[in-house]
């Protein structure tokens, strides 16, 4: 299994960088191509560090105009992706807490919250809303983390960008970036394996296991799936087998290959015409 948002080609960064140079001369379908590349991985990310699609939805279009309106203090020293991730993380942790960050979690309030109400599954459940629960669970996880520890493991350990570059991207040395990402690895395999099916059959919690607490707590909806439903690059990306999943690493990195939604990209597609003559010499 691959990581979701892999390395981009040297060409593919070559041809963004020309594009780059290509808007900031004024050329608008140019500057269009910028967007559609860089929105979806703008997109994962947010969604990565804030664990809410509509947070990430408000992020995204926040970050990219932010890197529309920042494209002539690209010097090229990093490649344009690394950039736009450097300007999506800083805009991240200064933003407010969201939704989920809101309700302060912690890895012990977190387990307890995964142990109550546990029950076997239901007869003929639909195997998607037992996906919805993993996918949301292993997001709200990562809001265990504090948010350098959580930039670090998403950069490093799901995106998996190399030292140097995750460093850059959160604007600290390599030494601090290697030190962080292991201490996210360590608490969170601790934490997996001590509570999570996936990871460790012996373990006590199952996704299928927690479908109906979920519904109770109005978490899940089996008519309005967030995230097993969420538009995707990869439309073969469906569910992953969990049973083949036996590290923690693995677990995080089995989400899809999110896309931003199609209403998020027209949004930000209106926001930047409106502004266009203002952004483009």
């Not at 279009?61 to 890197?67: G, M, R, S, Y």
């Not at 394996?193 to 012996?202: D, K, P």
């Not at 006590?204 to 008519?223: F, S, Y």
Request: proline content about 3%; some cysteine; glycine content about 6%.
């Amino acid at each position: 299994m691959t990581a979701p948002y892999g390395v981009v080609s040297r060409t593919g960064e070559l041809r963004l960088a020309q594009l780059v140079e290509a808007a900031r001369s004024g050329d608008r379908e140019a500057l269009d191509s910028v967007v559609r590349a860089l929105v979806d991985d703008v997109y994962g990310l947010a969604l990565r560090l804030t664990a809410n699609v509509a947070d990430a939805e408000d992020a995204t279009q926040e970050i990219i105009v932010k890197v529309v309106t920042r494209l002539d203090s690209f010097g090229g020293q990093a490649s344009v992706r690394t950039w736009a991730y450097r300007i999506a993380v800083r805009h991240v942790l200064d933003r407010r807490k969201g939704r989920v960050e809101s309700l302060a979690l912690d890895f012990d309030r977190f387990g307890a919250d995964l142990l109550e109400g546990l029950a076997e599954p239901a007869s003929g459940e639909d195997p998607m809303v037992a996906e919805e629960v993993k996918l949301g669970c292993t997001l709200a996880m990562l809001t265990c983390l504090d948010r350098d520890h959580r930039v670090a493991y998403v950069l490093g350990e799901v995106f998996d960008l190399p030292s140097e570059v995750a460093a850059s991207v959160s604007e600290i040395s390599g030494e601090v970036h290697r030190q962080r990402l292991s201490r996210a690895r360590r608490q969170l395999e601790a934490f997996t394996e001590s509570y999570c099916g996936l990871v460790n059959t012996r373990a006590p919690c199952a996704c299928d296991r927690r479908v109906r607490r979920a519904i109770e707590l109005g978490r899940v909806q089996r008519d309005g799936l967030v995230l097993a439903d969420h538009p995707r690059r990869d439309l073969a990306d469906r569910v992953q087998e969990m049973e083949s999943l036996h590290a923690t690493a693995a677990l995080f990195r089995s989400h899809p290959k999110y896309a931003a939604p199609q209403p998020l990209a027209n949004k930000i597609r209106e926001i930047l015409a409106t502004q266009a003559s203002g952004i483009l010499r």
